[in-house]
């Protein structure tokens, strides 16, 4: 089959185009014909090493697709279903490893970097991690690629860590990226009031389009400015999806007693954070690691209900097509996800 592997961490030279075998199937797995494959910031940091991926990998952890051929013990799912998946494999028999947090078990595997991923025509992966998208006739089956990395991580955020509760300001970072354009939506099916924050002009008069309530553009500093949109209070959440580059801005803006929810972070070096700011304000601040099954079966209601409006452009499994996208979000210039539909 054809697929674009990583021979080598580096620049975007270490993306090749290579025909390789078939994933041969053991108990517990499905064979995907993959529809849809997102490419997250996440693989970018992966293919320059910061992930300890193995070497060489297929890439790509958002996945949507047919399962085309069923290996022993599957339970639940058939030839010609739609699944989409959450994007590491937890072990379902480990006593330490919980519903509603398989995604901090020890020992999960992450798909494109410790396991093959979706850079490719076919996947395989178990049933467990697996969920039913809808009508075997769905028509954007690739939509629901990241529903899991992306919906499924932003109703974890906003729900089941920071409680958001209808009527609270949040303040959306890097609202034009993938997670950040979902984020301004997923907030305001939540009956929250969304603030978010660009460093674009013209990103910013795309943003309006998705129902924000103020999009900010910012050079270097947001958090006054923030501030004025919520009578000098600061809005009560923050869904962070910079991180270094955001983050003093970010808990300076933040209300008294608020909650700064860290999903992304784009520079992974160590960052200097003014500590102060988080003791006197009484701040918290949460990381989150993507999704669990219950908010990726969320995250796909959403996207079936029309609730939320995927926003994303196809690129052929190509490897220069994806050298490009990868070279996009590395520059911050995305707007949505790139999703390669082979
Ligand atoms: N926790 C999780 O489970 C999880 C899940 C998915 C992704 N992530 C992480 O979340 C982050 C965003 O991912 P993504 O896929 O949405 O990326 P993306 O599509 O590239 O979006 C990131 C956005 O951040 C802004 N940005 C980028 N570089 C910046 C810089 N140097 N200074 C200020 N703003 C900058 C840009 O928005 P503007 O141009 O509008 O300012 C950009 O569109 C990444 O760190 C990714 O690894 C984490
Ligand atoms: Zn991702």
């Known amino acids: 089959m054809r697929a674009v592997i990583m021979s080598r961490v580096g620049d975007v030279s270490v993306l090749e185009e290579r025909e390789v075998d078939y994933p041969r199937l053991e108990a517990g797995d499905v064979l995907?014909?993959?529809?849809?494959?997102?490419?997250?910031?996440?693989?970018?940091?992966a293919r320059r090493g910061y992930m300890r991926a193995k070497i060489p990998v297929i890439p790509g952890h958002e996945v949507s697709g047919e399962i085309v051929e069923v290996g022993d013990n599957v339970l639940g799912l058939s030839r010609g279903d739609l699944v989409s998946s959450l994007i590491y494999v937890y072990d379902p028999r480990s006593s330490e490893c919980r519903e509603d947090s398989e995604n901090i078990c020890r020992g999960n595997m992450w798909i494109g970097e410790d396991l093959d991923g979706c850079y490719a025509e076919y996947?395989?992966?178990?049933?467990?991690?697996?969920?039913?998208?809808?009508?075997?006739?769905?028509?954007?089956?690739?939509a629901y690629s990241f529903a899991a990395c992306v919906?499924?991580?932003?109703?974890?955020?906003?729900?089941?860590?920071?409680?958001?509760?209808?009527?609270?300001?949040?303040?959306?970072?890097?609202?034009?990226?993938?997670?950040?354009?979902?984020?301004?939506?997923?907030?305001?099916?939540?009956?929250?009031?969304?603030?978010?924050?660009?460093?674009?002009?013209?990103?910013?008069?795309?943003?309006?389009?998705?129902?924000?309530?103020?999009?900010?553009?910012?050079?270097?500093?947001?958090?006054?400015?923030?501030?004025?949109?919520?009578?000098?209070?600061?809005?009560?959440?923050?869904?962070?999806?910079?991180?270094?580059?955001?983050?003093?801005?970010?808990?300076r803006a933040v209300s008294r007693g608020g909650r700064v929810l860290?999903?992304?972070?784009?520079?992974?070096?160590?960052?200097?954070?003014?500590?102060?700011?988080?003791?006197?304000?009484?701040?918290?601040?949460?990381?989150?690691?993507?999704?669990?099954?219950?908010?990726?079966?969320?995250?796909?209601?959403l996207l079936r209900e029309g609730l939320i409006k995927p926003v994303y452009k196809t690129i052929p499994l190509d490897v220069n097509y994806i050298r490009e996208a990868h070279q996009i979000l590395e520059s911050g210039g995305a707007f949505g996800r790139f999703i390669i539909t082979p």
């Not at 996947?123 to 690739?142: A, C, N, Q």
């Not at 553009?217 to 959440?237: L, N």
């Not at 700011?277 to 099954?293: A, D, M």
């Open 32 to 45: 995907i014909k993959v529809r849809g494959c997102g490419l997250c910031y996440r693989d970018t940091l």
């Open 123 to 142: 996947i395989k992966l178990p049933y467990w991690i697996l969920d039913k998208i809808g009508d075997p006739g769905e028509t954007r089956p690739e």
């Open 151 to 251: 919906i499924g991580t932003i109703i974890r955020a906003l729900k089941t860590l920071g409680e958001a509760k209808r009527g609270e300001y949040v303040l959306v970072t890097g609202a034009s990226g993938g997670v950040g354009i979902h984020a301004v939506q997923v907030a305001k099916s939540l009956g929250l009031k969304v603030i978010a924050v660009t460093r674009s002009e013209e990103k910013a008069k795309l943003i309006k389009g998705y129902g924000v309530d103020e999009v900010i553009v910012y050079r270097d500093k947001f958090s006054e400015d923030v501030r004025k949109y919520t009578d000098g209070r600061g809005p009560d959440i923050v869904v962070e999806t910079v991180g270094g580059p955001t983050l003093d801005q970010s808990l």
């Open 262 to 301: 860290v999903i992304g972070n784009v520079d992974p070096k160590p960052q200097q954070v003014m500590l102060g700011l988080i003791i006197l304000k009484e701040i918290r601040v949460l990381g989150v690691l993507n999704s669990t099954h219950r908010e990726l079966r969320e995250a796909i209601r």
